[in-house]
Structures are given as structure tokens and as C-alpha cells.
């Protein structure tokens, strides 16, 4: 099978895939306490897969995600809670993702520069973190970027309204649940849900268990893949791209 892989490349493979098809996929999540049911890191690793996939049917390669987001901050009694750590009202465990906006905006405009450099045309960014300030600074910096290369930014929030309603997409609730079953199940862990999630947020007014199967992700995956492959050729079609 054709690699995909920017990590795995030799340069005559990176030269070879980005001749014929110079687009290029990075994803983006964080590390990130996702319930008791699902891993740390899901918001990258579903982003990582959904560009792999769609590389495959489209060409181009895939950076290794970047792990490292943010969300909005709040100062409590002194303290400071970053996204999902404000209803929580603790700092949830395994949550070390975060950083300051800013940061975030520079970062992804350092990142975007160092990519045109490499004769790229398209750069396709999917964010798997979903909170506000992620996709508010994704989306600035895709349109300020002063550069020849095309960005198209892409977040899970807009991705699955397509197939899911308001109350199922919750942080780690059905939709994150039902596409991770349907991309890497041996990394749910239903069993590990608590009895009762109401105390004191846990699944945050979305319980996966009985709402959450893989055919549903297989749903909202085949949904992303249709929208986002559709938007990416329509943008193709204006750049000579051998087949
Ligand atoms: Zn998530």
C-alpha cells in the first residue's frame, strides 16, 4: 500500500506523492480527559485517521497531528480552568493540551509558511477539538495567512451536524463515541463509564451508553468523508493535478 505517512516518507516518496498530488492533510486535537471510555488523545487520533482515509481516496500525504490546542480559559477564586475544566470546576485528569490562543495562532501560521515552502497547493487542516476558541483560531488564522497556498479548515462541530443532533455532540458523548467505535475500537472502553454521570459533569448532558454504536460512526464517518472529499475536489479542479 502507498504511503501516506509525511513521518514515514523517503524523500523520493515525498517527491513522488506531492508531484502528483500536491495536497497536503494536518490534523489537529489535544490531550484531553474524553470520560472514563475514551483515550486521552481521541480528538487528534480521529483527526489523524479521517486524513489518512481521505488522502487515500484523494492523494496527498499527512503530517503527524499536532496534540496541542486550546479552548477558552476562566479565572475561579484565583484558579485557572481551561475549556472543560470550567464545568467540571477541577482540573480534569490528563488534560495538558492547552495552549494560550495566541500561541495557537502563530503556531498554525508558522506551520502553514513552512508547508508552502514545499511547493504544496492545498492544505486541508480537520480539527478534532471541537471548542469554540480552537475552531475560532483555526479559522482566523486559515484566512489570514498571506500566502499562495489554499487552506481549507475543517472542525468536528460542522462536520457533524450533517448527521447528528444538537444533544448528541457533546464532549464525548454519542457522535465522539460512535466515530471513535467506528475508527479505532479497541480504544473504547464503555465498561469504564461510571454508573451514574451526572456528578459532576462526566458526559455533560450526552450519555454515549444505548445512543453510541459503530454503525452510527460508520454514518458520521462516511458523511465527513463525502463532504470534505467533495470541497476538496472543487477546489482541485482550479490546480493541475496529474492523476
Ligand atoms: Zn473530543
Not at 459503530?214 to 468523508?225: D, F, Q, V
Amino acid at each position: 500500500m502507498a504511503k501516506i505517512r509525511y513521518e514515514e516518507l523517503l524523500t523520493s516518496d515525498f517527491k513522488k506523492i506531492r508531484n502528483r498530488k500536491p495536497i497536503i492533510f494536518l490534523p489537529l486535537g489535544t490531550l484531553e480527559w474524553h470520560s472514563d471510555h475514551l483515550p486521552l488523545g481521541m480528538d487528534a487520533m480521529a483527526a489523524h485517521e479521517i486524513c489518512q482515509r481521505l488522502a487515500k481516496k484523494i492523494g496527498g500525504m499527512v503530517i503527524p497531528p499536532l496534540y496541542f490546542g486550546t479552548d477558552r480559559a476562566h479565572r475561579v477564586k484565583g484558579k485557572i480552568f481551561y475549556g472543560m475544566d470550567r464545568r467540571a470546576g477541577y482540573h480534569l485528569p490528563g488534560s495538558i493540551y492547552y495552549l494560550k490562543p495566541n500561541l495557537l495562532y502563530r503556531l498554525l501560521l508558522n506551520i502553514f509558511s513552512q508547508i508552502e515552502r514545499q511547493d504544496f497547493k492545498l492544505l486541508v487542516v480537520i480539527t478534532g477539538h471541537y471548542g469554540r476558541k480552537q475552531i475560532e483560531i483555526l479559522e482566523k488564522a486559515a484566512k489570514n495567512y498571506k500566502g499562495k497556498i489554499k487552506i481549507y479548515a475543517a472542525n468536528m462541530r460542522q462536520l457533524f451536524k450533517k448527521t447528528l443532533s444538537q444533544d448528541q455532540t457533546g464532549h464525548a458523548g454519542t457522535g465522539e463515541t460512535s466515530l471513535f467505535l467506528a475508527l479505532r475500537p479497541e480504544l473504547v472502553h464503555m465498561e469504564k463509564l461510571k454508573k451514574d454521570l451526572s456528578k459532576p459533569i462526566e458526559i455533560l448532558r450526552d450519555d454515549p451508553r444505548g445512543r453510541a454504536s459503530k454503525k452510527l460512526g460508520k454514518k458520521i464517518l462516511k458523511s465527513i468523508m463525502n463532504k470534505v472529499s467533495t470541497d476538496i475536489l472543487k477546489i482541485t479542479k482550479k490546480f493541475p493535478c496529474s492523476t
